[in-house]
């Protein structure tokens, strides 16, 4: 009789938890306690993935660091794209090569984003980019007026982000252009 899970992508999110509950018990965290990621700092959440800070790296080596504590990926062997939608916009991570046990992880993060956006919660973009994101404030204060979505893409996943609301729109667009520039991201933005 096998204890392993019968599903990869189980097996890999069990995995993804284990790795979260041995960096919380480092950094003197519980691991039975939730942690409320909306009120902690980004130098905290680091500490929590197993962290120590930026202290010492370049700003890009630093957030492709923290990036890939988040998302559990390899951030120079995966693609990023933003692009912006005329209803809002998307959000796509896929490996660059064919790599299957890396894929799980990619869904498992966007999956977790998709719920953290429509909760309001930007903690995670705060943490990999060490500042707050120009649009979340609107985009969590207008949460209600913004849809969120995830679907598989064939090496990873994407979220996509849908608004009627004019002032959504404008938030979700400075968002992705930051997120775009501050990852060196591919992305589209329709001509106006």
Do not use: C
Request: no cysteine.
């Amino acid at each position: 009789m096998s204890y392993l899970p019968a599903s990869p992508a189980l097996f890999a999110l069990l995995l993804l938890s284990a790795g979260a509950n041995a960096a919380m018990a480092q950094s003197g965290g519980q691991a039975s306690k939730p942690q409320d990621h909306s009120t902690m700092t980004p130098e905290r959440h680091a500490i929590m993935h197993g962290g120590k800070g930026s202290e010492g790296d370049s700003a890009f080596t630093a957030l492709q660091e923290r990036g890939k504590m988040a998302m559990g990926v390899n951030q120079y062997a995966s693609a990023h794209r933003f692009d912006v939608m005329p209803d809002g916009g998307r959000i796509a991570l896929e490996m660059k090569s064919d790599d299957s046990l890396a894929v799980a992880p990619i869904r498992a993060h966007l999956k977790l984003i998709q719920h953290a956006f429509q909760a309001g919660d930007f903690s995670t973009p705060q943490f990999v980019h060490m500042r707050a994101m120009p649009g979340t404030d609107v985009m969590a204060s207008r949460r209600a007026w913004i849809q969120y979505s995830y679907s598989d893409l064939p090496r990873g996943g994407q979220v996509r982000i849908v608004t009627t609301d004019p002032q959504s729109l404008a938030a979700i667009r400075k968002f992705m252009a930051a997120q775009r520039g501050d990852h060196k991201a591919a992305g589209l933005t329709p001509a106006r």
